[in-house]
């Protein structure tokens, strides 16, 4: 270990640090300087600049903070590191999250709609007669804000016999509810409806509107007796002679079943099914405001609270800036009436007009107050909180981000670096996990990890200014950093066709036409908030998915399905081209499930190979052991102390929980007599704990295998080990595990591949891999469409279609559409000058 220097006023000085992947790592790093943590994607960059740095930060807060405090609080843990000295209080400014609901807003998060209801309650224009409100009467989060209709939700929920029925040509018997359950619950409700003298044989719309009502609407529930597996007639015969009956059952009206159902259910997939048989309808009775009617009659610039919210950002600017400069018609006659109200409007103005100029210029002057947070994409919600702290005038703090540069156009990234600089500026250090080039090109300083990823990376490679990352032969990042470096090239490829859209609607897609070109490689660009995704991951995907007669795809939203803004049906028409696509497949960066539970193994389909050969082995069969013998998730082959999950929760009260290996089975998750059992002298848990590089070597022998894990090792997932768990998995990483599991199915016929950005969170070299195998599937004859912000990945593809100009309401049109060259040469485009120097 090298001799330990004295610390320095000016560095941040970490010594053994050890979490998940780094390898004792010692490091010093320049405080009130921008610094650039970058390495290959699981290298060891976040387990450094979160996992230690800001967990460390976090801990010695904490330390401060009285011990009944610290149990409200979110604790990341305590890092595996022998010292840090140096280290000032951090913020870290991540992409997740949270709790997902759209009770949380633009205007929540930003804190904009505090001051906005502030200066609805103290400056606002009250009707005659009107009582003054307080500023939570303009929330509808409040008791004193929300709407008592829809409690402050904007929309109500209710069944009609449409959604509920949606073929009223079918019988009861063939299941023209498809509200009711399926199984032996909706066998049950069709013979109580036989038992009380229904007719379940006639087609639905056939049946009296009386009956038909009942059936759906009533709020009755009688229990009488069930005849199972008798014909009407025979039901009646047995109803007639009082025979004793099967058992006795009780009636649910379709409509109290589906209210109740989601209501109570603990089952994601039965509140899944449910929901899709409830309409969602703007409340009346505040036109979708989420206020009361006396909060809405309050106005400013002549509008109410809730359609100054729906506004873009530019926009409400534009509205505030009147009353912000004293030039506003009405407020020199409120200085004469009410001067301290005219003084209140106009600082409350100005101090809105100050936090949406941030805004506007991290290029998000397209969003609006009310738009929910779980329909932001990470960037943007990582955006706004940088405004925030931005606002915050804080000093003497290290902010902590992760890749702030993700889903953003070039032209937004120069907006980006501008805010770090502020932040930089008013004494503040900045640590940056990031991949993009040009704001790894501004750094003060790079920590760059490797020099590959998993168990051959946690190693700082390079501590230094950027020109010293040169002659480091070791680092990855260093070609990309130093030259352009496009890539492996290849010919432009011609269409093989066309898939044509008209007409198309949705956000700001006001009536778009636009042509797909199939058989090549296709990227769809434009600036953030442009209607790059509404068009290409929302519209196509359900045009194509309902040609092809698959259900819609599931609503990318996060939170609580009652809570999510309903997303418009599909408006716009295939012209042509569906001949030229057989299948879809979209690959987005959704996890690859929520718990533990689910992994890597798992997901691709690959374990249930394993644990057949586990299972094939001698000492297996001579013990009768099948396949289901070597799963976590069974209980007769699990550790049952933890239950398969290989460690147990300790409650520390004041203190972070934290989770130990299991005393029984020491995290391997399975019992002893399951361990017994070997194949090539490795137990199923040594198994799961290989990385995919060490798996498929060993499997050389499994040809399956061997091919699952080569597709995984070629789009740069190599260091992930079989067991690793789904919640510990990155969105790319998630993205990726997907187009790997898809990789390895024998194709048929044509595929479109859709994939919204998937370079997020991958280095260079791992975006050339990617490249690799999404150029191997266009030429087996299928056709690749991504939304993307890589110019790189721009450059090599075979058309470009980009959106805009502009974003919100300057977007939403065709710019240019063309090969790469044609594109950067439109004097239109915003992409076109980045896309120059790329080519």
């Known amino acids: 270990m090298p001799k330990r220097s004295e610390p320095s006023r000016g560095t941040v000085q970490v010594r053994g640090a050890r979490t998940h992947n780094l390898r004792n790592v010692d490091v010093d790093i320049p405080r009130d300087a921008l610094v650039v943590f970058t390495g290959v994607s699981g290298s060891g960059k976040s387990s450094l600049a979160f996992g230690t740095l800001y ?62 209801r502030l200066l609805y309650s103290r400056a606002g224009h009250y009707p005659p007669g009107q009582p003054h409100l307080e500023a939570e009467a303009f929330s509808p989060n409040t008791p004193a804000g929300a709407c008592p209709q829809c409690h402050g939700l904007g929309r109500i929920h209710e069944v009609t016999e449409r959604s509920l029925v949606p073929d009223d040509s079918l019988t009861i018997r063939q299941r023209a509810i498809a509200a009711w359950p399926p199984a032996w619950h909706g066998q049950n409700l069709r013979d109580i409806l036989v038992t009380l003298g229904h007719d379940v044989d006639t087609p639905w719309r056939e049946l009296p509107r009386k009956a038909r009502d009942w059936i759906l609407f009533t709020e009755e529930q009688p229990t009488v007796p069930v005849y199972a597996g008798l014909t009407p007639a025979e039901t009646r ?42 309409l969602s309808t703007a409340c009346p009775l505040c036109e979708g405001k989420r206020l009361r009617r006396e909060s809405l009659s309050v106005t400013f610039a002549g509008m109410d609270i809730g359609e100054l919210s729906r506004l873009p950002l530019s926009r409400l600017a534009d509205v505030l800036r009147p009353t912000a400069e004293g030039t506003a018609p009405d407020l020199g006659k409120l200085r004469r009436a009410h001067p301290e109200k005219a003084l209140v409007a106009e600082r409350f103005a100005k101090d809105l007009m100050g936090r949406i100029q941030t805004l506007r210029e991290l290029g998000l002057g397209y969003l609006s107050l009310e738009r929910g947070t779980p329909t932001l994409s990470p960037g943007e919600l990582q955006r706004l909180r940088l405004a925030t702290q ?57 920590v760059d990890v490797g020099p590959a990823a998993g168990e051959h990376g946690g190693q700082v490679l390079y501590s230094g200014p950027p020109e010293g990352l040169a002659a480091v032969e070791a680092s990855q990042t260093r070609h990309y950093l130093l030259e352009a470096h496009p890539g492996p090239r290849h010919p432009l490829r011609a269409p093989t066709g066309w898939l044509r859209l008209a007409g198309v609607r949705r956000h700001n897609l006001r009536g778009l036409d636009v042509d797909f070109p199939l058989g090549v490689f296709t990227t769809v660009t434009g600036i953030s908030g442009s209607g790059k995704s509404s068009l290409v991951s929302q519209v196509l995907v359900e045009l194509v998915s309902a040609h092809l007669g698959h259900p819609p795809p599931e609503d990318e939203e996060e939170g609580e399905a009652l809570e999510r803004t309903p997303t418009a049906p599909a408006e716009g028409h295939i012209v042509s081209g569906m001949e030229g696509v057989t299948r879809l497949v979209r690959v987005d960066q959704k996890p690859i499930g929520r718990t533990p539970r689910s992994n890597l193994a798992t997901y691709t389909g690959l374990f249930d190979t394993v644990r057949k050969l586990f299972a094939a082995t001698k000492a297996a069969r001579a013990r009768k052991y099948d396949a289901g013998r070597f799963s976590f998730n069974v209980a007769k082959g699990r550790c049952e102390t933890c239950e398969g999950e290989g460690f147990v929760s300790v409650e520390l009260i004041f203190m972070p929980d934290v989770f130990a290996p299991c005393p029984t089975c020491h995290g391997a998750r399975y019992n002893a007599k399951t361990l017994e059992i070997h194949y090539r002298d490795q137990s199923i848990a040594d198994v799961l704990g290989m990385t995919v590089d060490t798996a498929h070597d060993f499997f050389a022998e499994e040809p399956p295998l061997r091919r699952a894990l080569g597709v995984l090792k070629e789009v740069g997932l190599g260091y992930l080990r079989l067991g690793q768990p789904a919640t510990e998995l990155s969105g790319g990483e998630a993205q990726r595990i997907k187009l790997a599991t898809e ?69 939403g049109r065709v710019v240019v559409a063309g090969p790469p060259v044609t594109v950067a040469r439109s004097a239109q485009s915003r992409t076109a000058p980045f896309l120059a120097r790329a080519l």
Do not use: C
């Not at 409200?72 to 951090?90: H, K, N, R, S, Y």
């Not at 981000?401 to 932040?423: R, V």
């Not at 991504?786 to 075979?798: I, K, T, Y």
């Open 237 to 278: 015969r047995a109803l007639k002679r009082k025979e004793p009956p099967s058992y006795m059952g009780t009636f649910t009206s379709a409509r109290k079943y589906v209210l109740q159902a989601f209501a109570t259910t603990e089952s994601e997939s039965i509140k899944r099914r449910v929901a899709r048989h409830l």
């Open 390 to 446: 931005i606002r915050s005038n804080l000093f003497g703090v290290v902010y902590v981000l992760d890749e702030p540069s993700a889903g953003l156009h070039p032209a937004d990234t120069q907006a980006l670096l501008a805010a770090l600089a502020q932040l930089k500026r008013a004494g503040n250090s900045l640590f940056v996990v990031e991949h993009e080039v040009d704001v790894i090109r501004e750094a003060d300083w790079i």
């Open 743 to 811: 990789l390895q199915r024998v194709q048929r016929g044509h595929t479109l591949y859709v994939l919204d950005e998937p370079t997020t969170g991958l280095h260079p070299a791992d975006v050339e891999k990617l490249l690799t195998q999404l150029n191997g599937l266009v030429a087996q004859g299928h056709t690749v469409l991504l939304v993307e912000h890589d110019l790189r990945v721009v450059a090599q593809s075979d058309w470009v279609i980009d959106i805009g100009p502009g974003a919100g309401d300057e977007g």
């Open 55 to 116: 967990a460390e930060a976090q801990r010695r807060y904490f330390e401060s903070v009285a011990p009944y405090a610290r149990r409200l609080m979110d604790q990341v843990g305590v890092p595996d590191v022998d010292t840090i000295e140096g280290l000032p209080p951090a913020v870290a400014l991540q992409q997740q999250r949270g709790a997902p609901t759209t009770r949380s807003s633009v205007g929540s998060v930003t804190t904009v709609s505090n001051s906005l």
